[in-house]
């Protein structure tokens, strides 16, 4: 099947917990490395009227026979085809977008595709990355594998039972490479500004993102843009998982109707 965005591959998207009389459907995306359990959690504590699901890049968990995307325009065209052409089951349910590290500007660019295809995103919420204009001139993609095991490492955000098994772990260094290889090659994709609000999330401690690159996200706007500052580290959203969760819920929150108003959903 195809859309005006391209080829629809193989879903890529999980539902990790099905919420039938949501309101809103939060889609997370997952750091580099990461896949779509980073989020389960999310989905068990979700209300009733948040129904949370996660993008499952190719190359890892389910999907780890597939080759990883090699650019963020490929990767970005299928996860907004697919966006789309759930978009008309539930077009009364608002779709909000959350990202972490390389998954923020992967749910940016994805925004982005929605919007030129007439299906905007209700909100963004990137977390742990600069600005897009920002991003930083790394080349750990370049870099052997000792070395880049070492980056990952000093992250942490991988479960601790994959850090321990060295050959598991190693088996992951293609799709890990292609990521890093992915973020550090990304510059933002020709487009316009998004009109959505956008919320910025980072760590007081994140070597990764410091204040000033967080609250230039202002620039990737013409709605409002907010910023809160966690304690913690790089995988802070981890360490305080409740209280960033329920920072992510509030902004989901924001953007459905006042209470009171009639939902098409509901009996």
Known sequence: MSTALGPV???G???LAVRAQSRARLVCFPHAGGGARAYRLWGVDAPWDVEVAAVQYPGREDRFAEPPATSMSELVDGIAAELVRAAPARPERATVLFGHSMGAAVAY????????AG??????VVSGQPAPHRTRATALHLADDDRLLEEVRRLGGTASGVLDHDALLRALLPAIRADYRLI???RPLPGRRLDAP?????????????ADEAHDWRETTAGPCDTEVFRGGHFYLEEQREAVFARVVARVRAVLPAAGTAWPSLP
């Open 9 to 11: 591959p193989r879903s």
């Open 13 to 15: 998207l999980r539902t």
């Open 109 to 116: 660019e994805t925004a982005r595709r929605l919007s030129a």
């Open 119 to 124: 299906c905007p995103p209700a909100a963004l």
């Open 184 to 186: 550090e090659t990304y």
């Open 198 to 210: 956008v919320t910025v999330l980072y760590a007081h401690d994140d070597p990764e993102v410091d």
